[in-house]
């Protein structure tokens, strides 16, 4: 047990030799971990990491063997199979194992994928869950993921599947339709594809999108564009995934929620965005 790093008051679970902890980072701020997570971290014998873990996070544990299983962007390597395997192994070795991966482990983490896996070999898993970028990330822009004014429903959606390619079994009409707001992950290679059905499907080329990379690191960067033209903004800019794509008019309170640029001295763009003309809280 490393207890550099005090922890409240609480009857906090230990973390037993041959057990595998599955646990959210949070988008990358260090300061988006839970506790369960961090009470893991001081007891973990050896870390298996992605790449969107930061390494502030893994300092907290400097007792702990690192090994890194980043996976990114579709590439195959190292294998999802040998990932899980790996970590049954760990666990038959007696070590406390601790899989850390960014935001939520089951929001398009393959979280279920290897925690099946170690279940199915008799490993003991604990979940520990996370703040997954789409929620997260969208708040430290300013963006509410639900808002009262703007919808009653949210899809979390991938840009890519398994190949790697745009996913082929979504439904984008239905999803058009249905969903005042999309919150599409992995979505930078994919984003000439995924515009096109969206406006194919009916939603406005002028509905407001918003793009946020790196979210919640001291490296975000948010653009604000619309349906039509984020694939070129997109383009032009120097974005770089990770990156959330937000489409839906949420994106327009941003106007207003921009806390960061509040923080930083700078005047909300516009008190009002949505156009209500009476107080946020009135029906
Ligand atoms: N389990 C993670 C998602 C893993 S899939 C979660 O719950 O957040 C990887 C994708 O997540 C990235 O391609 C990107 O779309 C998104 N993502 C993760 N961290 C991010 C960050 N800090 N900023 C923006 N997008 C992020």
Redesign the pocket.
Known sequence: MNDSIALPPNDWPELKPGWVWLC?AG??DPGLLTLHGLNALRQADVIVFDA?VGDAILDWAPQAERIYAGKRGGKPSPKQRDISLRLVELARAGKRVLRL?????F???RGGEEAQTLVQHGVPVRIIP?I???IG?LAYAGIPVTHRDVNQSVTFVTGHDQTGEAPQNLDWQAISKGSQVIVI???MKHIDRIVSELMAAGRPGSEPVAV??????TDQQVLETTLEDAAQDIADSDLA????ICVGRSVLMRQVLDWQALAAGEAPRNLDPLGRGRPAESA
Do not use: C, Q
């Open positions: 959210g988008p990358g969107l991966k960014g935001g939520d482990p929001v398009f983490g996370g997954s970028a789409g990330g992950y992995m979505g946020v990379t790196t979210a919640t690191t995934p990770p990156a959330i």
